[in-house]
């Protein structure tokens, strides 16, 4: 099962921009594995933040963006807020099935 | 509105079989639109997919737990369900139930998630 590496913890201060990536222990990610980006908070089940690479899931802000950078996909944040302080995870879909980065966990201070 | 929601013992002994059963409402287990899923979180840790059944009954389970798993529909009950044989206490965790969207390949409806405990 092929592992998908996200950075354990980040931080950006309120009001910067921040880029979470999405990588695999071999190859490169591109978006024939329709990158997608989950939310958790706390207590609370995952929301959907960014689907295919780049699409962004209903009712979410166009502060989250997503793509391909480089050999990566990648969350980008423009304009953290507090609220944005939650736990992050990346999803590749393969044939073998889903398979989920380990999280970055965000704080915003 | 769709949902989806978790129910099953929250204590389950090791060596036995933890069975939980997802409700769906809003939509029906027979569409061909999607996956019905189920994903667990142990206590602090990340996220983990475990499988997800197809209308047609095909499924599709993680390698590392599909020895165990058992993903199965159940229309008359609008419901499908998951069996994870042989438990231990590395099983303990929060079960959440999950509607992937085919063809975009992404979970767009989750349950609130059920805890399970392994112990005797």
């Known amino acids: 099962q092929p592992v998908v590496t996200q950075e354990p913890s980040f931080s950006v201060s309120p009001g910067g921009t921040v880029t979470l990536t999405c990588g695999l222990s071999?190859?490169?990610?591109?978006?024939?594995?329709?990158p997608t980006w989950y939310q958790q908070t706390p207590g609370q089940a995952p929301r959907t933040l960014i689907y295919?690479?780049?699409t962004r899931s209903s009712g979410v802000p166009d502060r989250f963006s997503g793509s391909i950078l480089g050999n990566k996909a990648a969350l980008t944040i423009t304009g953290a807020q507090a609220d944005d302080e939650s736990d992050y995870y990346c999803?590749?879909?393969?044939?073998?099935?889903?398979?989920f980065g380990g999280g970055t966990k965000l704080t915003v201070l | 509105q769709v949902q989806l929601q978790e129910s099953g013992p929250g204590l389950v002994t090791p060596s036995e079989t933890l069975s939980l059963s997802c409700t769906v409402s809003?939509?029906?287990?027979?569409?061909?639109?999607?996956?019905w899923s189920w994903i667990r979180q142990p206590p602090g840790k990340g996220l983990e997919w475990i499988g997800y059944?197809?209308?047609?009954?095909?499924?599709n389970y993680n390698p590392s737990l599909k020895s165990r798993v058992t993903v199965s529909l159940d229309t008359s009950k609008n419901q499908f369900s998951l069996n994870l044989r042989s438990v231990t206490a590395a099983d303990t965790a929060i079960y959440y139930c999950?509607?992937?969207?085919?063809?975009?390949?992404?979970?767009?409806?989750w349950g609130k998630g059920t805890t399970v405990t392994v112990s005797s």
């Open positions: 999950a509607r992937f969207l085919y063809y975009y390949y992404y979970i767009d409806v």
């Open positions: 809003g939509v029906s287990v027979t569409s061909a639109n999607y996956f």
């Open positions: 059944v197809y209308y047609t009954g095909s499924t």
């Open positions: 071999s190859g490169s990610v591109s978006t024939s594995y329709y």
């Open positions: 295919s690479t780049k």
């Open positions: 999803v590749l879909y393969m044939t073998s099935g889903m398979v």
